[in-house]
């Protein structure tokens, strides 16, 4: 069996979209600066790592853990990244759509990043995703972008294009907070399921008769513990840490005058109707 | 109808007790003043405080030394059961409550609560919550597996005394009350501030509450889950907590302490608001980086949800999961640890004046380092198995909520006092109680601390004659009765201002908020008009407009180093 670095493995599907989203960077996304290139290509870095690397080997083939670890990288990493990676004026009038559409209305965005992450862990999906992961099918892609998908809508309202159509950040708050319970449910259920909930690892790991790479030795019950911990305890750290830049965005925004217009209501918490 | 008077307003600030008018007790049972509703949230805790006070004497007269037999093992397993359970939810958070609801509209601008008769609700449901609970000792026994109540001991093949089902429902009542009086201080913050107040002016201590109220929306919920399933358990057989009928006693302890741990901050957060209000005025400088306190505050919040099962290493939950939560307990101290520089850097270079709020302000920072400290210890999963359920624990808990949340409720009586009564405590009296409070409190908990390394474990009602263990409790309990007896003489030095005290001025400490301009005690609308609020300390600024914090320059404000103390207002 080959080193665990020498696991790469490049899905023509997913290059295809790796190409596309340069791109629609180069073409569409507006003024370039430094921070935009750098926030682009640590986010195409990042995609590629988790579908191409050891890493993505060890989330397919052993680890259950590897494979979450895949799932915050895509989903609260480089999603929000690439959203960052748009320049101030983005050619593409979408852009301007979206970040309008999103910023009377947060909630559907999420709504679909909420339900592409649970929905991808429940027993039966999750154990089926991996049967149409083998051969050139459209699974990766499908996989892959939707967490990434997932990752560029949940953050739109927060760190999209245009500021002024950004969530006010006290909003922003309760956005990332709930967020984090919905992140935590799903981290505490996978924690504490039963082994044998989800399949796959079980299956992979009794076919290879030990002959898989296990390099950390871990067992099938300590692997999906390790799993349902990332997406809970990292993930609020995550979460918090965005808090944290919302309120230090809010702090340090200027307001024109002291009064009530920079204040905000339970509504406006709720709906961000600013 | 319309001359019917459904609900007698007071003619006086604080009415009397008479019974023969409607201006006596009548008019305190039916406010829905939340300066009175405030006043007695205060009353129901001291009176809980004197309750579970004796509870715990008789614990530690029972301990004083080795092999006692004073208390049966059944009535000290009630007895320390009560003390925890009351303090935690009939002492701290009433006391909480009664600040809250009394200074929130005050400190904010408002008339009143956004909702005045869901705040009487909110009162009378944790009054009756604990009633019931109490109500146990006269219907066959009182709870007696510990505050934490853990199945399968919970269940009734254990505990068959009907004691724990009036747990159960004395809790379930009060949790109720706990969460509408949190929507509602959450709406009257959010919607009730005078005009000009924006969020970025609001107190730091209305701040915290409202962190505060949103964590309780979202940890109380599942302590009364718990508690609903548990009453099924017992009283319908449902088997939530039942190994046996196919349930999972370690299911409590997740649903407890998936509440337990946020309650810890929900005890704590408000208290971090009080000292971010006496820090300052005491210091007679602005608070260091305000947007700091707020932010540790999320911080602490949005925490309390990640770290609980630190609170069971010693169930067996393996390495894996201890090993993120020993990760993610060590990181929550950074926060709580921001606040204390925080306060420390307030006072750096600040006219301090060392009131007896101000001392207890002190004293916190000592003793709740310690309690951290201790705390922080615990989260090496090593030293959690050797320690845990013993002494050192106990020694731990108190040092965070008496170092921390009674002290800060202590700060903040004797701060607020003289608003709340119109009346100066005696002075003198008061730092007696401070300086008797304190050594009591090192006196009993300190020593603890060895106990626990020894080895002696906690809730058990007699112990062998151990070396060492027998002096080192004889001075815990030593220490517990000078406590007792500062408590008495707080009763008296407040019995006596309310009755015969100096007069305070309406602002007393030379204040900076917004509850200081008015009358002391405020009269029923609070305000007669609201002055003009600008920064985070309205009071000030229109106290010395040439030094108004709105008016200074940004350099200036940004270098807090440079700052003029209070009390030399043109910098001579």
């Keep these: 069996m080959k080193s665990l670095f020498y696991q790469w493995h490049a899905d023509p599907l997913i290059i295809l979209m790796v190409m596309t989203l340069i791109y629609l960077h180069y073409r569409k996304s507006g003024t370039s600066t430094i921070k935009s290139r750098f926030c682009f290509w640590s986010a195409i870095g990042l995609v590629l790592i988790t579908t191409c690397s050891p890493l993505h080997f060890l989330g397919m083939h052993v680890y259950f853990s590897a494979h979450m670890v895949n799932h915050v990288i895509l989903l609260l990493i480089a999603g929000p990244l690439l959203v960052m990676s748009i320049g101030t004026k983005p050619s593409a009038p979408m852009f301007k759509k979206i970040s309008l559409f999103l910023h009377k209305r947060s909630w559907p965005a999420w709504l679909t990043a909420v339900i592409i992450m649970w929905c991808w862990h429940i027993p039966f999906l999750f154990d089926r995703s991996f049967a149409g992961m083998s051969g050139f099918t459209l699974m990766p892609l499908v996989h892959a972008g939707s967490m990434l998908l997932a990752g560029i809508l949940f953050s739109w309202p927060l760190v999209g294009p245009f500021p002024e159509l950004h969530i006010h950040p006290l909003s922003g708050i309760i956005y990332l907070a709930t967020a984090c319970i919905s992140c935590s449910l799903l981290g505490l259920l996978i924690t504490f399921a039963p082994i044998h909930t989800y399949q796959y690892y079980l299956e992979t790991g009794a076919a290879m008769n030990g002959m898989r790479s296990n390099p950390w030795s871990l067992t099938p019950a300590a692997d999906q513990q390790a799993a349902g911990l990332v997406m809970w305890v990292p993930c609020c750290f995550v979460y918090m840490a965005g808090c944290l830049y919302l309120l230090r965005r809010w702090f340090a925004s200027q307001e024109p005058n002291f009064g009530r217009d920079a204040s905000i209501s339970l509504s406006t918490l709720m709906t961000n109707h600013e | ?572």
Excluded at chain 2, 111 to 129: I, K, Q, V, Y
Excluded at chain 2, 227 to 253: K, V
Excluded at chain 2, 262 to 287: A, D, H, N, Q
Excluded at chain 2, 505 to 524: F, I, K
């Design chain 2, 1 to 572: 109808m319309s001359d019917i008077n459904f609900i007698p307003e007071p003619e006086e600030p604080i009415p009397s007790l008479s019974v023969s008018n409607n201006q006596g007790i009548l008019q305190w049972i039916s406010s829905v003043d939340h300066k009175q509703i405030g006043i007695m949230y205060l009353w129901l805790s001291v009176l809980f405080l004197v309750i579970a006070g004796i509870e715990i004497l008789l614990v530690r007269l029972q301990l004083a030394i080795p092999n006692n037999h004073f208390l049966a093992p059944e009535v000290y397993n009630q007895l320390f059961t009560m003390h925890g359970t009351t303090m935690i939810f009939f002492v701290a958070m009433p006391a909480i409550f009664g600040f809250t609801t009394y200074l929130v509209p005050l400190m904010i601008g408002a008339n009143d609560m956004a909702f005045p008769r869901l705040n009487a609700f909110s009162f009378w449901t944790t009054f009756f919550g604990g009633s019931l609970l109490y109500f146990s000792f006269l219907a066959g026994g009182a709870p007696d597996a510990g505050w934490f109540n853990y199945a399968p001991l919970n269940e009734y093949n254990y505990s068959s005394s009907p004691g724990i089902d009036y747990y159960c429902s004395g809790l379930l009542f009060a949790g109720i009350g706990t969460l509408t009086a949190s929507v509602n201080f959450i709406v009257t913050i959010l919607h009730y501030r005078v005009l000009p107040m924006s969020l970025k002016q609001l107190p730091l201590f209305v701040w915290m509450i409202l962190i505060n109220s949103f964590l309780v929306l979202a940890a109380f919920p599942s302590l009364n889950a718990a508690l609903a399933m548990l009453l099924l358990d017992r009283q319908l057989h449902a088997h939530f907590f039942s190994a046996a009928g196919g349930g999972s006693a370690i299911l409590w302890q997740h649903l407890f302490w998936l509440f337990g741990h946020p309650e810890v901050y929900i005890v704590i957060l408000p208290i971090f608001g009080i000292f971010s209000e006496v820090f300052p005025v005491f210091s007679r400088k602005p608070i260091f980086g305000y947007g700091m306190v707020v932010g540790s505050g999320v911080a602490i919040a949005l925490l309390a949800f990640g770290v609980w099962i630190h609170h069971m290493f010693a169930t067996g939950l393996g390495n894996t999961v201890n090993s993120f939560f020993a990760a993610s307990s060590l990181l929550i101290g950074i926060p709580t640890g921001v606040k204390i520089f925080n306060w420390l850097a307030t006072m750096h270079g600040g006219a301090i004046r060392f009131s007896v709020s101000m001392l207890f302000a002190i004293a916190f920072l000592i003793e709740f380092t310690i309690g951290g400290l201790s705390g922080i210890s615990f989260a090496i999963v090593p030293i959690d198995w050797q320690l845990t359920d013993t002494y050192y624990v106990v020694a731990h808990l108190h040092f965070v909520f008496i170092g921390g949340t009674l002290f800060g409720l202590l700060s903040g009586l004797f701060y607020w006092f003289p608003k709340m009564s119109g009346r100066l405590p005696d002075p003198r009296l008061s730092k007696w109680f401070f300086w008797l409070f304190v050594a009591g409190f090192n006196i009993t908990f300190l020593v603890q601390h060895a106990l626990g390394a020894m080895g002696m474990p906690r809730r058990v009602y007699t112990y062998p004659d151990l070396p060492g263990w027998g002096i080192l409790n004889l001075i815990s309990t030593i220490g517990a009765f000078l406590m007792a007896g500062s408590v008495g003489l707080l009763v008296f030095i407040l019995v006596r201002a309310i009755k015969k005290g100096a007069v305070a001025s309406p602002d007393a400490w030379d204040a900076n908020t917004l509850e200081w301009t008015t009358s002391s005690p405020p009269g029923l609308k609070n305000f007669d008009r609201v002055i003009p609020v600008k920064s985070t300390r309205p009071f000030r600024d229109y106290k010395r407009p040439e030094d108004a914090d709105w008016n200074r320059p940004e350099g200036a404000r940004k270098h807090e180093g440079k700052y003029i103390p209070q009390n030399n207002p043109h910098g001579k």
